[in-house]
Nanobody, 113 residues
């Protein structure tokens, strides 16, 4: 069973930065496609970015996804935050060769303008 724990959210002023962490247990972050998703109030959950094998992708140029294999953790570095970045951020893991997807509980990010 894969478990994911997100952390690093909080209240930040517009223009500020946050780094979110997703620590996995039960699977290596090197053996899964790891994704970050955001759910704003009243909206559907949407993909922010992902990292798999050697490739990292983010929908925003202000955001960077990386991983630390030794800590079995994936990060989402968010810079130049805007009020529209407000939402609950979730980590998702899909182990290679598996059809199962695992989600964390999320961490709240609030950007004040």
């Amino acid at each position: 069973q894969v478990q994911l724990v997100e952390s690093g959210g909080g209240l930040v002023q517009a223009g500020g930065s946050l780094r979110l962490s997703c620590t996995a247990s039960g699977s290596s972050v090197n053996s899964a496609t790891m994704g970050w998703y955001r759910q704003a109030p009243g909206k559907q959950r949407e993909l922010v970015g992902s990292i798999t094998r050697g490739d990292a992708y983010s929908v925003e140029g202000r955001f960077t996804i990386s991983r630390d294999s030794a800590k079995n953790t994936v990060y989402l570095q968010m810079n130049s935050l805007k009020s529209e970045d407000t939402g609950r951020y979730y980590c998702k893991a899909v182990p290679f060769f598996s059809r199962n997807a695992y989600w964390g509980q999320g961490t709240q990010v609030t950007v004040s303008s």
